[in-house]
Structure formats: structure tokens, C-alpha cells
């Protein structure tokens, strides 16, 4: 018993780190998300047809943005991105 909560413990203060490694990546890359969207917006309006590749990529930011909120708040114990491989939750597009 002792053991699991030192554990737990450890893992409480590595969120810390994860937190400030992930959170301004996440940042970083929210600005070239926000870029995106309003480039896939225009693209929608004046072409009449989205840009999958473009929505597709967006959508890994919503999912690490996902996980990131979720291990913070010890909803999950699966680490977001850079201590993960990217992954979609959405199956779109596929």
C-alpha cells in the first residue's frame, strides 16, 4: 500500500513537468491550428469543398488537447503528447 502511494505520488509531481512541456507545445502549435482554420474556411468558401488533409491535422491537436486536459486533471493516466505517439480519437476522413 505504501509502495502504490509513493507511485502515485511520483506520478502526481511528474504531471507537473508534463505539464509545462505539453502545455507550450500545445500552445505553439494552437496558433498554427487557429492559422489552419482560417485557411481551410476560406478554402470552404470559396471552392465549395473543405480541405480534408487540412481538417485531419486539426484534428490531432483536438485529441492531444484532449488528452492533455484529461491527465491533468487525473481523469487518465495516458500521458499527451511529446510522451506519446500522436493519435486521432475522431475516425473521420478515414
Known amino acids: 500500500m505504501a509502495k502504490k502511494r509513493i507511485s502515485e505520488r511520483k506520478e ?3 504531471r507537473i513537468l508534463v ?9 505553439i502549435w494552437k496558433i498554427l491550428i487557429s492559422i489552419l482554420a482560417i485557411i481551410n474556411w476560406l ?12 481538417a485531419n491535422f486539426s484534428e490531432y ?13 487525473f481523469v487518465s493516466n495516458k ?9 486521432r480519437i475522431s475516425k473521420f476522413g478515414k
Open 12 to 14: 502526481a509531481w511528474f
Open 19 to 27: 505539464a509545462i512541456i505539453s502545455g507550450i507545445i500545445l500552445d
Open 43 to 54: 478554402i470552404t468558401v470559396f471552392s465549395g469543398k473543405r480541405d480534408k488533409g487540412l
Open 61 to 73: 491537436w483536438n485529441t492531444e488537447k484532449y488528452k492533455y486536459i484529461r491527465y491533468l486533471t
Open 79 to 87: 500521458r499527451p503528447f511529446p510522451f506519446t505517439s500522436l493519435e
